[in-house]
Nanobody
């Protein structure tokens, strides 16, 4: 059973910073892309940033220049700086992971989400 567990959300004032963490655990053969999505109330879930296994990264326009995604072994992080009220959302970790004995076939996994509130 593969699981993604996020941490690091919370309440922060506008202009502040937060660091989100996501750890993948379980019977893992290989992790491919790992990324972060977010969903604000009444809105669709949207991509924030993604880090591919080869090292390349991509950001949503709203995150470019303020957020930094990084990876370390089975974890992915999102450093969020200069936070704005419009960054308020539930942030979800997402990853393409090939479990052991899957024959290299990746499956897509989601974390349970962590709430980020940017408010004064």
């Amino acid at each position: 059973q593969v699981q993604l567990v996020e941490s690091g959300g919370g309440l922060v004032q506008p202009g502040g910073s937060l660091r989100l963490s996501c750890a993948a655990s379980g019977s893992i053969f290989r992790i491919y892309a790992m990324g972060w999505y977010r969903q604000a109330p009444g809105m669709q879930r949207e991509l924030v940033a993604i880090a591919n296994s080869g090292g390349s990264t991509n950001y949503a326009d709203s995150a470019e220049g303020r957020f930094t995604i990084s990876r370390d072994k089975n974890s992915v992080y999102l450093q969020m700086n200069s936070l704005k009220p419009e960054d308020t959302a539930v942030y979800y970790c997402n990853a393409d992971i090939a479990p052991m004995k899957s024959g290299f076939r990746p499956y897509n996994y989601w974390g349970q989400g962590t709430q980020v509130i940017v408010s004064s």
